[in-house]
RNA sequence: GCGGUUGUAGCUCAGGGGUUAGAGCGCCUGACUGUGGCUCAGGAGGCCGGCGGUUCAAGACCGCUCAGCCGCCCCA
């Protein structure tokens, strides 16, 4: 029996894990710029955790979750996205207590039943940002510019921010019934299906591709025409403080998020690098998220940003850090200096120096060659005349240069300080 | 979940019913016995994604299945 990785998982391969670590380092310098803390929460949670925070009819609910009943009987879901459990912490441990300001950062594995494809995998990963406490647009605007920061940090840079508000509820009731109205007409006509999805979150239709569907929504004037007086306020304001920052920002009227938990301010981010998955973040405001998961109403805002996509980016792009290599290969070229040349690797790696080198007893031509493929920076060949003068020949591999370094400042010489 | 498409060597890909399945790159060995890359010569490496069927004969044709990719849906 050969196993393969399950449906719509990816292993991370060593030639690949350098571009992780070095992301999630980005991310995480970022964060902390910012006075980010990050938190870390359990792979699963309780089911009812994300049908209270998504919402029942959010296609991650209704038809993406990965769920299960425990021995216990406990009904148990992998977490298919990060800010519900961060807020559940939060409250569980009064993270964030009335009139303060609270922010997490999170690096996360997310899983969700979906066909897979290129971007779209069934485990992937999130790293993201949560500001909890401040209703200001300030706050709002530091979600949107730490997201482009990060961006660019990573060598994205160019992004545009698609922006819409969605504004409050009172807001979102008037634009369903308005929505339904205007199109009463196409809906009759279509599956049950549609129109229960249609009765249930109709502002799920503003973001359909079909072109009937856009046809029928010709002439619905935009949801921020049904935003009340301080939300379009609120709405300017951030648009404004983005402009100083120096950020682009497109206004959308179509973006409106599959999570239930949006109020106000809605973004995402889009690359034409990524093809039919094009999001490479997405994020908003949740101002009534922790009253419903049972905390005190405490008004938040936040970004998840896809780390599959962005490394799709980054490859199209050709951009990143590349592999980090072995700065030395200690060559034994005599067998009478293996001994020593172990030692030496021991010390130079206490050094602090990344050292390789062939423990199978082969040809000093072959132990050249496998440090030249690992494209260590230096060969250190020691063989009988190297012991006898107590030095160690030093190839540098890029120009075939060499020269011979006593033992003893052979540390320094391999850090390139001479 | 729907529609399409592709699975052959580590990688990229030829082969479209008929001996022992190929190429390039990569890998190993040697030419070069203490010197990598370049060149040349040799070598290793294949459940032709899997299971079943048609056939005298299947990598090829058919069915099912698994997986990747593209579009839809949705989103990170």
């Known amino acids: 029996m050969r196993f393969q990785a399950p449906r719509g998982t990816e292993d991370c391969l060593p030639g690949q894990s350098d571009r992780w670590i070095w992301l999630e380092g980005e991310f995480r310098a970022l964060a902390s710029l910012y006075g980010y803390k990050e938190i870390r929460t359990p792979t699963f949670e309780d089911t009812e955790l994300f049908v209270r925070s998504s919402g029942?009819?959010?296609?991650?609910?209704?038809?993406?979750?990965?769920?299960?009943?425990?021995?216990?009987?406990?009904?148990?879901?992998?977490?298919?996205?990060?800010?519900?459990?961060?807020?559940?912490?939060?409250?569980?441990?009064?993270?964030?207590?009335?009139?303060?300001?609270?922010?997490?950062?999170?690096?996360?594995?997310?899983?969700?039943?979906?066909?897979?494809?290129?971007?779209?995998l069934r485990e992937s990963h999130q790293v993201g940002l949560e500001l909890i406490g401040s209703p200001s647009a300030r706050a709002d605007a530091e979600i949107i510019e730490a997201t482009v920061r990060f961006y660019e940090r990573i060598g994205i840079d160019e992004v545009e921010v698609s922006l819409n508000s969605i504004?409050?509820?009172?807001?979102?009731?008037?634009?369903?019934?308005?929505?339904?109205?205007?199109?009463?007409?196409?809906?009759?006509?279509?599956?049950?299906?549609?129109?229960?999805?249609?009765?249930?979150?109709?502002?799920?239709?503003?973001?359909?591709?079909?072109?009937?569907?856009?046809?029928?929504?010709?002439?619905?004037?935009?949801?921020?025409?049904?935003?009340?007086?301080?939300?379009?306020?609120?709405?300017?304001?951030?648009?404004?403080?983005?402009?100083?920052?120096?950020?682009?920002v497109r206004v959308a009227p179509d973006i409106v998020r599959g999570l239930d938990y949006y109020t106000e301010t809605v973004f995402e981010v889009q690359s034409t690098r990524l093809g039919s998955q094009s999001a490479l973040c997405g994020g908003g405001r949740y101002d009534n998220l922790v009253k419903e998961l049972g905390g005190s109403a405490t008004p938040a805002v936040g970004v998840a940003m896809g780390i599959e996509r962005a490394l799709i980016v980054l490859e199209d792009m050709q951009q990143g850090p590349g592999p980090h290599n072995p700065d030395a290969f200690i060559v034994i070229a005599t067998p009478a200096a293996k001994e020593t040349c172990h030692r030496l690797a021991r010390e130079l790696r206490t050094a602090g120096l990344v050292i390789l080198m062939d423990y199978d007893d082969r040809s000093m031509k072959s132990q050249l060659k496998m440090a030249d493929r690992e494209s260590a920076r230096f060969a250190v060949l020691i063989g009988d005349d190297e012991l006898a003068k107590g030095v160690a020949t030093v190839r540098t591999l890029a120009s075939s240069e060499q020269r011979e370094v006593p033992l003893a400042g052979l540390s320094q010489v391999l850090r390139g300080h001479s």
């Open 167 to 248: 504004g409050r509820d009172e807001c979102r009731a008037a634009f369903r019934a308005a929505i339904l109205k205007h199109m009463g007409g196409y809906l009759s006509g279509q599956p049950a299906e549609v129109q229960e999805r249609a009765e249930k979150n109709p502002l799920r239709l503003l973001d359909s591709k079909d072109p009937d569907v856009q046809a029928a929504l010709l002439g619905l004037p935009p949801i921020t025409d049904f935003l009340e007086s301080d939300s379009k306020e609120r709405f300017k304001d951030l648009q404004r403080m983005l402009h100083e920052a120096g950020v682009k």
């Open 56 to 120: 029942e009819t959010s296609d991650i609910v209704s038809k993406q979750m990965y769920s299960f009943q425990d021995k216990g009987e406990r009904n148990i879901t992998l977490k298919p996205e990060g800010t519900a459990p961060a807020i559940r912490a939060l409250i569980e441990h009064n993270l964030c207590p009335q009139g303060s300001v609270c922010r997490l950062s999170y690096v996360t594995p997310i899983f969700r039943y979906e066909r897979p494809q290129k971007g779209r």
